[in-house]
Structures are given as C-alpha cells and as structure tokens.
C-alpha cells in the first residue's frame, strides 16, 4: 500500500470521526457535563479540519501548491491544534486564543517562506514534525493530569499515545535531518509508517474522547449521588423508597427516628412489611397506591403510623411513582413528623370547644337575664297607673326585648363576635309588628334581606334603631283602623351596610326635623347611627322612608363583642 492510498484512509478516518461528534452535541447529558458541547464542537472542528488538509495533502503535486502544501498543512496543524483546545475546554481551562492563533500564523508564514521563497521539503517536514511533536505532548500531558481524577485506565493510554506519537514526530525530524527526502510520499519505510501513524493516532484521539466523555459522566453521576445523598442523610426530613409489597428499598436515618429506630439500617431489617408493621390502619397504604397510580402524587397526605413502642405517630407525607419497572420502587417520597402539632391542634380542639360551650352558656345566661328584665319592665308597666309612663316603660321593654334576641341569635350560631344582619333585624322587626298586633290592625311586614355578618358591636345599635323606627311606623304611620305595608330591607352598597325601613302611611309632618318634637324615637336613631360612624337619612313622600348607611368593618377583626 503506497503512502497516498494510507493517507486517503485518514482522511476518511477524520470525515467519519467529525461527523460522529458534530451528531453527538446538543444530546444529553450536556446538563450533566456542561463543557461537553463546547468540547464536542472544537473536537469535531478539528478532525473535519485535519481530514481537509489531509485531503489537500494527498492531492500535492497534482493542484496549486498553495492548497496541495501550505493550506494543506495548515489545516492539519489547525486541526490538532483544536483538537487541544477541546481538551481544554474538557478539562474548564481557558481557551488560549491569542497565543494559539499567533503561534499558527507564524507556522503557516514559515510555511509560506519554505515552498516558495526558499522551497525545501525536508525543512517543511521538520517544522510541521516539530509543531505536531509540541501539540502531542500538551494534550499528553493533558491526559496524564486526568489520571487523578478518574478511576480508569483510560486517561494514562491517551496520555502514552499522545507521548509516543510525539517522539515518532521528533524522531521523524531526526531522520529528515540526516536523510532528507525529496517527498513525503516518497515509498519509504518512513513515511509509510507515518501515515499509518496518522490513521492510528485519529482512530484512536476519535474513541479517546468519547470515552472521556463517559468517564467524566461517570464521575459528575457520582459527585451528584454523593451530594444529595449527603443532602438526604442530613435532613431532618424523612425520606423513603418502597416496594410494591410493603418492603423499604431505601431511606434516610431520619425517616427510621420518626418511628423510633436507631437508623436506616435497624428499620429495614426488622420491618418487612410497611402495611402491617407500620400503618395504623393498613388499607391507607393501598390508598396511597391507588392515589400515585391514578394522579401520580399524592401531597401533604396525613397518615396515623406506629411507633416502634406502639404509640402513634402522624407523619405528613409527599409520595410520587417510582421509576425502575416491576423491580423498582412503587413509592418514592417524604414524611414530616407531625405528631406535636395533631397534639396541639387537639388540644386547641378541646379547649375550644370548652370555650365555646362557656361563651354559649353564657349568651344563654345573658339573654335570659335581658328576658327576665323586659319581663319585670312589663310588669311594672302593667301596674303604673300613669298612661305616659306606662309607655315609657314599654318601650324600656321593646328595647330590652331586641337586645335579648341577638343573644338569642348568638346562642345558636358557632361566631360569637359576628352576626348575620339581615336574620338578626328581620327577627327585631317582625316580633315588633306581633307585639303591636300588626296582622289583626291589617299591616303587613315585608323584607328584602341580603345575607351578610357584621361585628356584634355593630348589631346592638342597628338592632335598637330598627326597634325604635318600626315602633314608631306601628304607632303613628296607621292612626286609627288604617292598615298598610312596613318594609325592612338590608343590604349592602359600595362597601357600606344599608338598613332601610319604609311604610306607606300617612307620612312625616311638613317641615320635621329630628328633635323637633318631643318623641325620642328618632333622636335615639340618629344618635345610634351616628355611634357607628353612620348617618339617618328621612323622606316622606306616600309615607315614611327611613335609610341608615354605615360603614362595615371587617368581618375578621380580632375586636371584642362589647367594644
């Protein structure tokens, strides 16, 4: 086989091997190695670079001797040289830009000097033998500086072919220098085994590389298993993987203490079966399964387990689907111990709800003592001879009355500082219109109710002023057998609360103004509306309109009932 056949194997080599890193970047695991690509371009860079000059080379004599001999070796010489800068790239040195391009330019000058100005093909040979010789030995030292981190022969191999190929090359300069060919593709022994050289050293840089690759993938695969297992293995967390049979394929100490053991390795060994060992209740396992299989998680799942001394123990638990086939984990996840807070939520459960019956009993307490005032009121009223005061202690008594219903309305609601306004008011208003025989006298009672809580000490005033304005329409709106229409509406409009009484009687006297006359009723109103930062609005046209607008607090403020 002559020198040029050999050679136009290389070049084959060197096309087949760019092709073969051009297609492998941008695939995984470039995350995993990030200077990978980086790597992989200036590698494939170099072999498509060198395969070119060599293809060049293989034509001299046959072309211009620009391409066949000064670009020839150029782009073999750019060709190794890119193949060390992937290798540094590989190992996350700097690039060397500038040093690197100057120093090719002085070659591809020299170069330039030697075929045309002072042609000599033995000198040609010692320089692009001496640059190739310089190139082996870096990126052989490169390798060997490798063999340290990893566990492989690999490293120490390249570094020994890249070593020997650059005494081949020093060697070769030697010879050229004591037997200087007229060319290099002359048939001596020499440059045959150059060109098979060629062939191997690319084989060889080619399936190097890749390997490399892999070796450092392997490395970067166990610097992230040792980390997170040290992540794992120090959190307070607890962290598992199981079977689909119940067996613990792997976990952290933490997850062995919830449950009382000493660590990992005393957990798996005595507890083979997580249903019937661990679970309170060893259908909820078959439940996570279910969840996992259908959802592909389950999160924030609170399960009761046992201790190992038998007690329980509530663990929150994050679970998803193992990854591995019928031999690989079903459950893969966390679980937090949350015993002390279920214990202290329970123990805010009972004292709640010792709390509540008290705050209950005492509701009940209270608005039997507002009944049994409004009762001693009314008794008093009945034996006052004085028609006057006789009302005036009725109305003590109506008034009394409405503060005993929304204790009686507090007594069966769960929030004792809040209360549905409209109930509450509609409540007041019709026992009003009973007590004043409202549906004998004809007078019907209606209601637009909108259902919405306020603060209680926003409903005692707004319950004593709808008392006093609809005592008033049953008083004076219907004088005689006169019958008709009281309406109560609540609602709520522009962030304010709107308490709206209306009749159709005989309306307001011309002129009126609050306090004009001598009756209270609606002086007590105003007043009232004006303690929650409200107002009272009249008209009188085809009776009697009555509207009090006020502001509404927030629904869960921390202020007390009685402020």
Known sequence: MDSRTIAETAVIFGYLSSFLYLFSIGRRPSDIVPQRNEALLFWAAGFFLYASGALALVNQGRIDPWISVVAANALITLGHGFALVGLRC??????????????????????????FRRPSVSARIVVISVTIAALHAECGFHCFRLRKRYDSPLPSFLGAVFAFLSVFYVVRTVITILQPPESVFLGLPINQLTFLLVIFSVATWSMGFMLLLGEELKVRLRESESRYRGIVESAVEGFFE???????????????????????????????????????????????LAGVAERGCVEGLELELRHRDGSSRWVSVNAFRGAGGPDGPALVGSAIDITGRKRMEEELRR????????????QHRV????????????????????????????????????????????YQVADARHICLGEYLG???????????????????????EGFSVEVKQAIPLGLIVNELVT????????????????????????????????????????YEIGSTGGLGLVIADMLARQIGGGLELSSAGGTRCVVRFPLAPTGGAEEAFG
Do not use: H
């Not at 990992?264 to 083979?272: C, F, K, Y």
């Not at 007041?428 to 009672?445: S, Y």
């Open 427 to 449: 409540d007041v208003a019709k026992a009003l219109c009973d007590g004043f025989g409202g549906p004998l006298r004809g007078i019907r009672f209606e209601t637009e109710l």
């Open 351 to 362: 004292a709640y709800a010792g709390k509540a019956t008290l705050l209950s009993e005492l």
């Open 242 to 288: 199981s079977s689909r049979d119940g067996r613990l394929l792997a976990l952290n100490d933490s997850f062995a203490r919830i449950f009382g053991y000493a660590n990992a390795e005393e957990l798996r060994s005595l507890v083979t079966d997580l249903a019937a060992q661990v679970y309170a209740r060893p259908a909820e396992r078959e439940r996570i």
């Open 367 to 410: 608005k039997n003592g507002f009944s049994l005032m409004a009762g001693l009121v009314g008794l008093e009223a009945g034996r006052v001879e004085d028609g006057a005061a006789a009302e005036i202690l009725r109305g003590i008594e109506r008034r009394i009355q409405a503060l005993a219903t929304l204790y009686e309305l507090l």
């Open 90 to 115: 590989f190992r996350g040195f700097r690039i060397r830009a500038a040093r690197y391009g100057a120093a090719w330019a002085v070659f591809v000058l020299v170069f330039a000097l030697l075929t």
């Open 472 to 511: 008033d329409a049953l008083k004076y709106a219907f004088p005689g057998q006169r019958g008709g229409l009281i309406r109560l509406g609540v609602r709520r409009a522009a962030g304010e609360g709107v308490v709206e009484l209306s009749d159709d009687g005989v309306g307001l006297p011309p002129g």
